[in-house]
């Protein structure tokens, strides 16, 4: 999309107070200014872009209640979404970001976040101000260890932590008493965390290739709240039998569990 063409559509965009601005898969590396007057705009969708840097035009666009930012060139987070006090749903996957700064103090709607594939090696403990915070995609980073901010979110619903580096969760997990999914497949664990154990909410924990070769008796009655334990893809290759009637235990690999 040529810049003026941006601008058109914007203009006409601003003009019928729409409520969504789909500038997705157009080939932008900038957007103009006409951005900052869609000041009604509650869902705007940047995705597939070429885009170096957020737009500094977000800052004036206080309606906003979902922004995606996927799969551009971004190699610095849009520091100026901590005065959009209204979004509930920001994604930002699929950028080379590396770091984040502290900017979630003013989130305080936030509800979903979407931070998978950004080559992240820390966060900030801002994060852990996201009081309303449901969901968090983190997968696909380089994390070695479990970012204490998070143990902060004690709304959260739903983590997923898939193919990073993690070997062990800290004890202050245990704050995290909302949660009913989790997800660490591919990492670096050996045992399954024995912090999991006071999460009594929790449903579903996904804990496929890693290094765990055994599951004490001891672990499988703590755990035996959940409905899956998914330990496929690990060392431990069949059901033993004394396992019989834990059927929420998934053992083997991806092609064909053992029975």
């Known amino acids: 999309m040529e810049l003026h063409e941006l601008e058109k559509y914007l203009e006409k965009a601003v003009r019928d107070s729409r409520r ?31 885009l170096l840097m957020a737009p500094e035009e977000l800052s004036r666009l206080s309606s906003l209640t979902e922004l ?21 749903i920001l994604s930002v996957s699929h950028n080379p970001l590396v770091a984040i700064p502290d900017v979630f103090a003013g989130l305080s709607s936030l509800r ?11 966060l900030p403990r801002s994060l852990g101000q996201l009081s309303q915070l449901k969901m968090l995609g983190l997968g696909h980073n380089e994390l070695n260890a479990f970012p204490e901010a ?5 709304n959260l619903l739903w983590l997923s932590l898939v193919k990073n ?11 995290l008493k909302e949660l009913v999914y989790l997800n660490l497949n591919d990492n670096c664990f050996d045992l399954v965390p024995t912090e999991l154990q006071e999460l ?6 996904f804990i496929k290739g890693n290094e765990i070769s055994s599951l004490s008796d001891d672990t499988i009655l703590a755990l035996s709240f959940l409905s899956t334990l998914d330990i496929r893809d690990n060392r431990i290759y069949r059901r033993p039998k004394e396992w019989k009637g834990f059927d929420f ?7 064909t569990t053992e029975s």
């Open 68 to 88: 995606i930012l996927d799969n551009n060139q971004l190699t610095t987070f849009p520091t100026d979404i901590k005065f959009l006090s209204n979004l509930r």
């Open 165 to 175: 580096q993690l070997y062990s969760l800290p004890s202050n997990v245990k704050k």
């Open 112 to 122: 979903c976040l979407w931070l998978m594939h950004c080559q992240l090696v820390t």
């Open 249 to 255: 235990i998934v053992v083997g690999t991806e092609e």
């Open 200 to 205: 009594s909410n929790l449903t579903s924990l």
């Open 20 to 50: 969504v601005i789909n500038l997705s898969h157009r080939g932008l590396t900038i957007i103009t200014q006409g951005l900052q007057r869609a000041k009604k705009t509650k869902v705007l969708l940047l995705n597939n872009n070429r």
């Open 150 to 154: 998070l143990c902060e979110l004690q």
